[in-house]
């Protein structure tokens, strides 16, 4: 969605001459963003499960003492993934699947939210940086 309207911004405004350039730095920036997005997003949502996965198994049910054994189980709640095992008794592994995917969506929606923040805010600073008309740079 935002990829086609920030090349037509970044390329059409710049120069005709100077067009590869601009498009050369917009691919770069989008390479750029794309990883360093993804790795602090992946930090984001394994933060929050990190703060969350006690109190969420605790909801479900899960005893308070074997809540706390599962907080090392974090990385695999960050990868969506439940941490059972088939020696479980039902109703356990069924209360661990609940908590562990209430934890892995609430780091999903501090991710999203904040990328939400970062998406409008970049909108009003592209906006605020347009100086002139498309137009104006073609002649």
């Known amino acids: 969605m935002v990829m086609a309207s920030s090349s037509d911004a970044s390329v059409g405004n710049a120069p005709v001459e100077d067009g590869g350039v601009a498009g050369g730095l917009q691919a770069t920036s989008l390479q750029i963003g794309g990883a360093l997005g993804t790795s602090v997003l992946m930090s984001l949502i394994s933060s929050r499960v990190g703060s969350t996965l006690t109190g969420e198994l605790t909801s479900a049910d899960v005893p308070a003492a074997a ?36 934890a892995f969506m609430n780091g999903v929606h501090t991710a999203a939210l904040i990328s939400a923040v970062l998406a409008v805010f970049g909108a009003l600073l592209a906006v605020a940086g347009v100086r002139r008309a498309p137009e104006a740079a073609r002649h």
């Open 67 to 102: 809540a706390q054994g599962f907080g090392e189980a974090q990385d695999t709640v960050t990868m969506g993934v439940a941490p059972v095992s088939a020696q479980m008794p039902d109703q356990l592994k069924d209360a661990v699947v609940e908590g562990s995917h209430q």
